[in-house]
């Protein structure tokens, strides 16, 4: 193995090191001054972009149904275990539907995989990120909070597309 | 003995034998659908497709003698190109709609996408369109979309259930399957078809969308339907049993089990009238109360001075296990020296016969007499014990596990008369009602033990549900994982644990409370004294026994009745 | 003046002194997190009262309020004893520190001083080094490595640096020929500032004091990405409150010597000169006292969120190879000053 020389050398100048203390002070000074980063919230809110992944949710057809088919792939793939399906069946054309729809948003790590393993693209990757519960029990979103019109979700749903 | 060979491997063949029967012999699947051991050979779905050698063109597998000397290949460029060829055609018209479809994951046709078949259909064209969820019969869904027109279930309702019902109509992509004009799929096996059929076309009309297969987990156990003693399965989620299917046993049930087996003897497990925790006469009604109390207050009544110990009757029962009914009988003897104690047949005529359905409606009558469930010279039997109650010579009767008043409700006015009735029941039955103590037993899902069929055949069974006392990671339940990751905060891991003991396990606590001391921890320790002390079983253990049963040197009931 | 006359403004000026040290550690928290907020483009607590004044308030509350945990494997008295320590220290010292000109009250005339001793600048080395025993006796009481670790790293540095800023003080002392922190303002009178005439004994005192203080770059008794907070690693609640108010005064306490001994006290140049009203003089003194000690705060805070800790070597080498040299070399030049210039 080549030897590898891990210093540069370093001038007169530098080695005083004062001159660099100096160069790094004042680095920082001018950052001081610079305009700030910081987003004002909840004043401010922070609009993700379609690549962001929020809370997952169910998407509602405009006839109010919703697309899933308690298929449970979701459930499956889920690798924190958030995601509990029960099938029940109906007289509709697609004969199964999620009777229960439970997402535990305190096992939820966010991955998306079930987003990417759905095959009805009934499940996808909101922009909400406002997530406060004050009991294990109000973590568990069922499929009242669960269910998303599809019109507020269009831009993810073509974002995936994209990638498809 | 003659010899092929397949891919490279000498096997042994008997004379006559296809090549995918002496493959499947020897170890070695040969992809199928509508090939099945035990029925006729159709050969209609071209999936088993090999390459033999000096033959012009491939062969079924199916249904090709094998030959000596012959030369086959099953995964040669030239079979496996036919074989993605014939899954390419069956997925023409398919629906492909796995998501909805509950056979995924145990399905035959997903499996074969996989693993045989290039994963992309040129079929551009639109999908021919069938009847879809056709009650077949009371128990059986047809969805003609998915049907692979493999004609198994027609075969089986042919050849197994000796009751044709099902037929093919129409020809080529319209082809799909009916029941005769005026008939139902109505067999008494008609639910066998569920797990021969290959896909998702005939669905189990009880379990349907119930849970994915995946997501339960599966204990091999015996079917408590009958005398038979079916090899089965019981699928659990969430701590409830959701369905039974049958396990292959040759020498007792083949691939088969009956319509009652599988619907009807798991449901009272999750019932709501299960008893859940011992509950104690007070005051005129049933009360709960602990374990403790409960088994003392048993041992007080039971000593009591109202009766002395000829005035006390025991009824076994042939639906508990080899162990709970010895300890019974031990329990009987050691304690009080009764020689009153016997159990109660249970025989339905109507419902046996030469399939699979036995007369005897009970899975182990044969075993509760032979460890010791039946009158002593000078006791009483079963009917001389109710004589005896009307006569108000039985002043106390101790039940194990048998509801004798529904079985003959005359037999609720003659309890009446008792001064005590101690029952162990699974369920608030009509003879536990009556009690004045019910100690709550555990059903055969949620302990060990051991059952004898008609057949003198010793089978296991195993628990598969937890109990408070039973814990699923600790009583080597199998488990699926959700109960492998699942904490008590979710919500699929909030199943109801009963508060119910093995019988066996009431009675060692009671009995010591009476001051005789049993030395059992396991349902294990009270099988080895079985084989130990009753001659039938001797030489036997629950690793003897296996998944499958051993045959015990007990004779069947019939030879004994008919010499 | 009676004994009970010096009681009497002893108590007062003492009183002044701590509640105005409390106020400004509390504050000197606030600035440090805006001042590093703004640092990095962000903006700091700013929600607290108006843009965030109130945050120290909230901070020490919490800390109040947080429950007390001792480690099982502690040493309990010595556990308790260390932070202790830490504060007596850092509020002591600054009873030598003079903070203006003498002052008329009453018909008074009283220092502005807490004590005004002759020995002040000795009484001040004494007192620092005792501060190492509060970092040592909590790093090895607690009954973790990473607080021993700690510990040992403080013992280690402050016995080095503290020979060069000794040194580096002689320079001063030199030039004042007196140990009296009175004296040494009054030496500098004018534009006579000991920075001015001993620039390098200033830079040596200056990286010694950060050193003493366990600021960064020198913060490797703490050093959390290693030692997860050092020697107040086991430390919760008001103790490790303690720790922390020490840190902050120790700032104080050097910003206040360096100024004392370099850059001219509590002196506006030539302000005397201006014929200004006594009280208005006294004033403009102290003003000017405060304002020094408020730019280098500032400097010690700029310091921290600009530069990288040291590694250990390179902190051992720096103090005996480079600082301890220097000033050395610091004291040769002074003295060659005073026999030329006869200062």
């Known amino acids: 193995m080549a030897v590898k020389k891990r210093y540069k050398d370093l001038t007169l100048l530098q080695r005083i090191y004062i001159p660099e203390i100096v160069k790094g002070l004042s680095l920082t000074m001018k950052n001081m001054f610079k305009p700030k980063f910081t987003m004002r919230y909840p004043e401010e809110k922070f609009i993700p972009p379609a690549s962001y992944r929020g809370r997952p949710v169910l998407v509602q057809e405009t006839n109010g149904e919703e697309r899933c088919v308690a298929c449970g792939l979701c459930a499956r793939v889920c690798p924190a275990l958030a995601i509990e399906v029960q099938a029940g069946e109906t007289e509709r054309e697609k004969e199964r539907y999620p009777e229960k729809f439970e997402i535990n948003m305190l096992r939820c790590i966010f991955c998306g995989l079930c987003e990417e393993v759905c095959p009805e693209e009934a499940i996808v990757m909101s922009k909400d990120y406002e997530l406060a519960f004050s009991s294990r029990g109000d973590a568990i979103y069922g499929k009242d909070k669960l269910l998303t019109p599809v019109i507020q979700l269009q831009d993810r749903i073509e974002f995936l597309r994209s990638y498809k | ?563 | ?343």
Request: glycine share 6%; charged share 20%; with cysteine.
């Open chain 2, 1 to 563: 003995m003659p010899k092929f060979v397949l891919d490279g491997k000498e096997i042994e063949f008997k004379q006559g034998q296809t090549i995918i029967q002496a493959a499947k012999d020897n170890g070695i699947t040969i992809p199928h659908f509508c090939w099945h051991e035990s029925l006729s050979v159709s050969g209609n779905c071209r999936v088993c497709l090999v390459e033999v050698e000096k033959m012009p063109k491939l062969v079924i597998a199916c249904a090709t003698i094998a030959s000596d000397g012959m030369v086959v290949h099953s995964a040669s460029e030239k079979a496996l190109s036919a074989r993605n060829a014939v899954m390419e055609f069956l997925l023409i018209n398919h629906p492909l709609d796995c998501p909805i479809c509950d056979e995924a994951g145990e399905c035959k046709l997903q499996d074969y996408a996989y693993s045989h078949s290039v994963g992309e259909s040129r079929f551009v064209e639109e999908k021919t369109h069938k009847d879809k969820r056709v009650p077949l019969g009371p128990y059986i869904m047809f969805d003609g979309d998915r049907c692979i027109s493999c004609s198994r279930c027609i075969r089986f309702c042919d050849e197994i259930a000796k009751e044709p019902e099902l037929t093919f109509v129409k020809r080529g992509d319209r082809v799909t399957i009916v029941t005769f004009p005026g008939e139902e799929l109505d067999n008494p096996y008609s639910m066998n078809v569920v797990d021969i059929c290959p896909v998702g076309a005939l669905t189990n009309r009880d379990f349907r969308f119930k849970a994915r297969v995946w997501d339960m987990s599966a204990n091999n156990t015996i079917c408590q339907g009958c005398a038979r003693g079916c090899n089965i399965e019981l699928w659990v989620r969430n701590n409830e049993v959701l369905r039974i299917t049958p396990r292959q046993n040759d020498r007792v049930n083949s691939f088969w089990m009956c319509d009652h087996g599988r619907l009807e003897t798991f449901k009272f497990i999750n019932a709501k009238d299960r008893v859940d925790g011992p509950y104690v006469r007070r005051e005129g009604s049933l009360q709960k109360t602990s374990w403790d109390e409960a088994l003392a207050d048993a041992a007080k009544e039971l000593k009591s001075s109202r009766f002395n110990r000829n005035e006390i009757a025991f009824i076994g029962s042939p639906y508990a296990t080899l162990e709970d009914n010895y300890v019974f009988a031990k329990f009987a003897a050691a304690v009080f020296g009764s020689k009153n104690i016997d159990f109660m047949r249970h025989s339905d005529p109507s419902f046996g016969d030469d399939i699979l359905r036995r007369e005897d409606i009970t899975p182990n009558s044969l075993g509760a007499e032979a460890v010791g469930i039946r009158p002593g010279q000078t006791g009483l039997n079963f009917d001389g014990i109710i004589n005896g109650i009307k006569e108000g010579k039985i002043k106390a009767l101790y039940i194990l596990e048998d509801d004798i008043v529904s079985a003959d409700t005359a037999l609720e006015e003659v309890l009446a008369k008792l001064d005590l009735l101690i029952v162990h029941a699974t369920n608030f039955n009509k003879t536990a009602v009556l009690a004045d103590i019910v100690l709550p037993a555990a059903t055969y899902a949620e302990k060990n033990g051991t059952i004898v069929n008609f057949q003198g055949r010793v089978q296991r069974i195993k628990p598969a549900v937890s109990t408070v006392e039973l814990d699923r990671a600790m009583d080597s339940m199998s488990m699926s994982r959700l109960d492998k990751f699942g904490s008590i905060y979710d919500r699929w891991n909030q199943g109801h644990k009963y508060d119910a003991r093995s019988s066996w396990k009431i009675l060692a606590a009671l009995s010591s409370v009476l001051g005789n001391k049993m030395k059992f921890n396991l349902a294990e320790d009270v099988f080895n004294e079985i084989s130990r002390s009753v001659q039938a079983f001797s030489g036997l253990d629950y690793d003897s026994i296996g998944e499958h049963g051993v045959q015990s040197k007990l004779q069947p009931l019939e030879k004994i009745e008919k010499a």
């Open chain 3, 1 to 343: 003046m009676t004994i009970w006359e010096i009681l009497i403004f002893s108590i007062v000026k003492i009183l002044i002194v701590v509640t105005v040290m409390l106020l400004t550690v509390s504050y000197l928290v606030y600035f440090e997190r805006r001042i590093s907020a703004w640092a990095q483009n962000r903006l700091g607590p700013n929600r607290v009262g108006w843009e965030g004044v109130l945050q120290p308030f909230a901070d020490v509350l919490k800390l109040l309020l947080k429950e007390d945990i001792v480690p099982e494997q502690s040493n309990k008295a010595i556990h308790s004893l260390a932070p202790i320590i830490a504060l007596f220290v850092a509020f002591t010292t600054y009873a030598v520190i003079p903070f203006g000109p003498d002052v008329m009250i009453f018909g008074f005339r009283v220092p502005l001083v807490v004590a005004d001793i002759n020995m002040g600048i000795l009484y001040v080395l004494a007192l620092t080094s005792l501060g190492v025993y509060a970092i040592t006796f909590a790093g090895w009481s607690s009954g973790s490595k990473y607080s021993l670790l700690g510990g040992i790293r403080s013992s280690a540095q402050m016995i080095s640096y503290e020979i060069s800023m000794g040194f580096s003080v002689a320079g001063v002392l030199l030039v004042a020929e007196s140990l009296r922190p009175e004296a040494i303002v009054q030496s500098q009178a004018g534009w006579m500032w000991n920075a001015i005439i001993q620039p390098v004994g200033f830079i040596t005192f200056v990286v010694s004091a950060f050193a003493e203080t366990n600021r960064l770059p020198f913060d490797l008794p703490e050093a959390e990405p290693e030692l997860v907070g050092g020697y107040h690693t086991e430390y919760s609640s008001m103790k490790f409150a303690g720790f922390f108010l020490a840190e902050y005064a120790n700032m104080i306490i050097a910003s206040a010597m360096i100024v004392t001994l370099y850059l001219g006290g509590w002196h506006f140049p030539y302000l005397e000169s201006f014929g200004l009203s006594p009280t208005l003089y006294v004033i403009i003194s102290v003003l000017t006292f405060m304002a020094k000690v408020a730019a280098l705060l500032f400097f010690f805070i700029w310091v921290r969120w600009s530069l990288p800790r040291f590694r250990y070597d390179q902190l051992m080498n720096l103090g005996w190879k480079v600082m301890f040299p220097l000033s050395l070399l610091n004291l040769v030049w002074v003295a060659a000053l005073i026999m030329i210039f006869k200062l």
